[in-house]
């Protein structure tokens, strides 16, 4: 299908930081856009996810989502409606895989607890170290470091950003990713669609999680005015419907009239606004989004979520938990650098090398590291 002209064309890129030739074979058919796709699929930090805590940690149950299969939820949503808005799928694909690469272990509150390590040492942002691992952080070629990704993927990476840490990048990469946080401009289209398939992805399994976790229910669920909707016609329809299917029932269809609803909603303000360029679209205050009415009802499931699940005393007693873990093996390794492997110790930014390796570990392996070096016993707060 035939890009929309305010679609990011890979022919017109911005480039890769490192010059690299064009691929060698007369085989080779991928654009920029799958190239880097690829490059995230193969790295360290894309496999790391299958044991990377969304909401609920990775050993509480098998069937929970990671922040590998949310991953992949955020690219079959937003691949989806790019191929219907006429965006370039490769791009939005290459973005949602890799918007969490950044995430430490413990989903939320591994970042947070990581950041109040890190206050004096120019604090700790997910989606800076997402960029940050794609940029230096994965080892995988010989004349550089990083993955050397096109700046339409990175801009995409770089979803949010303090003005301290956009003018720290501009400093280094004049006119690059950190521009658009100083001038107030947008991202691509591309970028803008794969940031609203996160926040669409995670309500959606969120509720599935919470539901399946026992921590609420779906009776509770019925407070929501968009679950209410899809769930009285689901009843009308299916009148014996109940459980699991009618929940998974409920979610699909909200998901999709997510989905539409965006389509439509973004296509109207291309159309109202006259986006004919990438950079049209970029100059233009946010196009991708919701209608007034399905924003409504998104950002009261959001808000929902957030006293009911993530808030929920269970999930608050691991958080705490898992902030001890944190803060305990950052304390560890900044006393005894000797403690991490050579290529972290010997770093002469130490803060940020401990704050590295602590947030490219698995869960699993967090809690191993602080059992090894605190052997005393499980992992306790340090509150
Ligand atoms: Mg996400």
New binding site residues.
């Given amino acids: 299908m035939q890009l929309a002209s305010y679609a990011s064309h890979p022919q017109a890129s911005r480039g890769r930081r490192h010059a690299e030739p064009a691929g060698q074979h007369a085989a080779e058919q991928r654009s920029e856009f799958q190239r880097d796709r690829d490059r995230i699929v193969h790295s360290s930090a894309f496999r790391r996810l299958v044991y990377k805590t969304q909401v609920f940690l990775n050993h509480e149950g098998d069937l929970f989502r990671t922040r590998m299969t949310?991953?992949l939820e955020?690219a079959q949503l937003a691949r989806s409606m790019a191929r219907a808005l006429r965006l370039n799928e490769d791009l939005v694909e290459a973005i949602a895989l890799a918007?969490?690469l950044g995430h430490t272990p413990f989903g939320h509150a591994g970042q947070d607890a990581l950041n109040t390590c890190m206050r004096e040492h120019g604090g700790f942002e997910h989606n800076l170290q997402s960029l940050r691992v794609v940029d230096t952080l994965e080892e995988r070629y010989p004349s550089f470091d990083g993955l050397n990704l096109c700046f339409e993927t990175r801009e995409g990476i770089l979803k949010h950003c303090s003005l301290a840490n956009a003018q720290r990048i501009q400093a280094q990469e004049p006119g690059g990713v950190g521009q658009r946080f100083i001038d107030h401009s947008q991202p691509s289209l591309e970028a803008q669609l794969a940031n609203l398939a996160?926040e669409m992805?995670?309500n959606a399994h969120d509720m599935d999680d919470g539901v399946r976790s026992g921590l609420i229910t779906l009776e509770q669920l019925g407070e929501l005015a968009l679950f209410a909707q899809y769930r009285d016609a689901v009843l009308r329809q299916y009148p014996q419907l109940a459980g699991r299917r009618l929940l998974f029932e409920v979610i699909r269809r909200m998901l999709s009239a997510q989905v539409y609803d965006v389509i439509d909603t973004t296509a109207a303000a291309l159309k109202a606004r006259q986006i004919d360029s990438a950079d049209a679209a970029r100059a233009s205050k946010s196009l991708v989004q919701f209608s007034e009415g399905m924003r409504t009802m998104t950002n009261q499931v959001k808000h929902w979520l957030l006293r009911n699940l993530y808030r929920h005393p269970q999930v608050m007693q691991t958080t705490l938990q898992a902030q001890g873990v944190v803060r305990d093996l950052f304390e560890a390794y900044s006393q005894q650098p000797q403690h991490m492997p050579v290529s972290y110790a010997q770093l002469s930014d130490q803060p940020r090398a401990v704050a590295d390796y602590i947030a490219g570990m698995t869960d699993r392996f967090a809690q191993r590291e602080h059992e090894r070096i605190f052997a005393a016993g499980p992992p306790q707060s340090t509150d």
């Fill in positions: 949310h991953s955020v918007h969490d996160d992805a995670y």
